[in-house]
């Protein structure tokens, strides 16, 4: 039963010292959930699209030093949105639609570096996703990457 006890109260003191220190705003930011709910498509269909995409930005401007951000995907896709972007997540942080405007938001980093902005592999699924429900393109039935290229590359 002492044991019980002791247990108790080194939990308590715990819980007591971590209120003290201001726990909890230290690591809300570590609690918040992501700014879009993490979407799955197969990783085959998720590789070709990164490629095609990737390929085409490298062949129009270039090898980009410090990774794909968004402006350069916008720069070679005349089809593509900056709506596209919703919830697409970055080296650190995530993209967002701010007053009509696409925005990087970097959250509260410890460290920002130079290529924070560049789109990771988790944001280019996301990416991939929002850009097949925009053209009504259902990738688990019948639509293709080509189809989304295809799209993507059109003049609007």
């Given at each position: ?145 080509t189809d989304i290229m295809r799209a993507l590359l059109a003049v609007p």
């Amino acid at each position: 039963m002492l044991k019980y006890i002791l247990f108790v109260m080194v939990l308590l003191a715990l819980n007591v010292a971590f209120w003290y220190v201001g726990g909890t705003d230290r690591i809300a930011p570590y609690l918040t959930s992501d700014p879009a709910p993490s979407v799955h498509t197969d990783p085959v269909l998720t590789d070709v699209f990164v490629y095609t995409l990737e390929e085409e930005v490298q062949r129009k401007i270039g090898q980009p030093i410090e990774g794909y951000e968004p402006s350069m995907f916008l720069e070679v896709f005349p089809g593509l949105a900056e709506t596209d972007f919703e919830g697409v997540e970055a080296s650190i942080g995530f993209y967002t639609i701010s007053q009509g405007r696409l925005v990087h938001e970097l959250g509260t980093p410890e460290l920002v570096h130079s290529a924070a902005g560049a789109v990771t592999r988790r944001g280019m699924e996301t990416l991939l996703h929002n850009v097949a429900s925009r053209l009504e393109i259902d990738l688990a039935r019948d639509g293709t990457i080509t189809d989304i290229m295809r799209a993507l590359l059109a003049v609007p």
